[in-house]
């Protein structure tokens, strides 16, 4: 399995600042502005919206990877030798990325079924406490941040596409309608009537993610 899945590019002309959602991504990052040296660093898994501030003429190049993956063989010092070759970047980050295919499965599971992590366990044939340190040990995230990620962006689409109504709720999942409310307002920094209105959010939803 390929660990990059996509690699960016961002060179804004102007002050430009912008909303960016949890997508259960890490990106490879480097990063080029006027008058220093590049840098690059790998971007931590959100868990909120982060609102980004890019000054003009600031240049950056992102290395998109699997959810799940393992960083543990990757040296940044290395990267940052090679910071000047997209090519060689991309081959250190293959050769020393990985994703567990046990990972890799309890993800895919959480993603669709997502009723619970107690039924997912079931699904995957393990103890609820065997997929808490399976994905603890190699994400550093809980079963439970990975359900509420898809769960709420599945509810945040659906709000998208239909606008707020009364079954949204139960559809995607939640205990009741104050359940959703708070967990859209954690995971996105809105209500659901706020969030059917922000289209530099919902657009968002739209692209690849967890």
């Known amino acids: 399995m390929m660990s990059i899945i996509d690699i960016w590019q961002s060179s804004p002309k102007e002050l430009r600042e912008s909303y960016v959602i949890p997508d259960g991504y890490q990106d490879v990052i480097i990063v080029r502005k006027p008058g220093i040296a590049p840098y690059i660093y790998l971007s931590p898994l959100y868990c909120n919206t982060i609102k980004v501030s890019l000054t003009a003429d600031t240049s950056m190049m992102g290395f998109r990877l699997q959810p799940g993956s393992n960083f543990s063989r990757l040296s940044m010092t290395c990267l940052e030798q090679s910071i000047d070759s997209k090519e060689i970047v991309t081959d250190i980050i293959?050769?020393?990325?990985?994703?567990?295919?046990?990972?890799a499965e309890a993800l895919a599971c959480i993603r669709e079924y997502g009723q619970s992590i107690q039924y997912c366990a079931e699904q995957l044939g393990v103890s609820s406490r065997t997929l808490q340190r399976l994905l603890?040990?190699?994400?550093?995230?809980?079963p439970t941040?990975?359900?509420?990620?898809?769960?709420?962006?599945?509810?945040a689409?659906?709000?998208?596409?239909n606008g707020v109504h009364p079954d949204i709720a139960y559809q995607c999942h939640y205990s009741d309608q104050a359940h959703m409310c708070r967990e859209i307002k954690q995971w996105?920094?809105?209500t659901p009537s706020q969030l059917v209105t922000r289209t530099d959010l919902t657009e968002q939803l739209y692209a690849q993610a967890y």
Do not use: M
Not at 94 to 103: A, G, N, Q
Not at 145 to 155: D, G, N
Not at 157 to 161: K, P, T, V
């Open 188 to 190: 996105f920094g809105v």
């Open 145 to 155: 941040f990975w359900l509420q990620l898809a769960r709420v962006r599945r509810c």
């Open 157 to 161: 689409l659906e709000l998208s596409n």
């Open 94 to 103: 293959e050769s020393s990325t990985f994703t567990d295919i046990h990972v």
């Open 136 to 142: 603890s040990k190699h994400t550093t995230r809980s």
